[in-house]
């Protein structure tokens, strides 16, 4: 493969928001983005210099309204995954350990999902993946 063709590496970070009742958050890609209409977990882009963990906490922020903290985040997983025009790297973390009720800042509808109901919701391919190892934790 000619470095031409290299496709440009995208590091986007997601949560697994879980809640008291064992329920996780999901959202929905609004109209206008990419993959919109398919439910994902929440998170976003890492800027430059910022870490996965920082980008989380301000995503989570930005998108739910929701505070929480790097100790409160536990790694779980990862998806890598080519797109056709770049390639998605995903750390996925849990976190059971926030403050606030999230709420859709983004026009994005937010649903709470029990484990076993998780395939119910379309994904993007990405996403999908993650849904097994979210089984084997909860």
């Known amino acids: 493969m000619s470095h031409s063709d290299a496709k440009k590496l995208l590091l986007v970070v997601a949560c697994?928001?879980?809640d008291a009742d064992g329920r996780?958050?999901?959202a929905q890609r609004p109209e206008?983005?990419?993959l919109a209409g398919l439910w994902e977990f929440p998170g976003g882009k890492v800027e430059p210099g910022e870490t996965p963990e920082a980008a989380l906490i301000r995503e989570l922020r930005e998108e739910l309204g929701i505070e929480t903290q790097v100790a409160c985040l536990a790694p779980l997983t990862f998806a890598s995954h080519a797109y056709d025009d770049f390639h998605?790297?995903?750390p996925l973390y849990v976190c059971r350990r926030y403050s606030?009720?999230?709420q859709?800042?983004?026009a994005q509808a937010?649903?709470?999902v029990r484990p076993a109901k998780l395939r119910d919701y379309p994904m993007p391919p990405a996403d999908e993946p993650l849904i097994a190892h979210l089984l084997d934790l909860l």
Request: glycine share 10%; no cysteine.
């Open 16 to 18: 697994a928001l879980v």
């Open 24 to 26: 996780v958050l999901l």
């Open 32 to 34: 206008g983005k990419a």
């Open 88 to 90: 998605l790297l995903m």
């Open 100 to 102: 606030g009720i999230p």
């Open 104 to 106: 859709p800042r983004d």
């Open 110 to 112: 937010l649903k709470w």
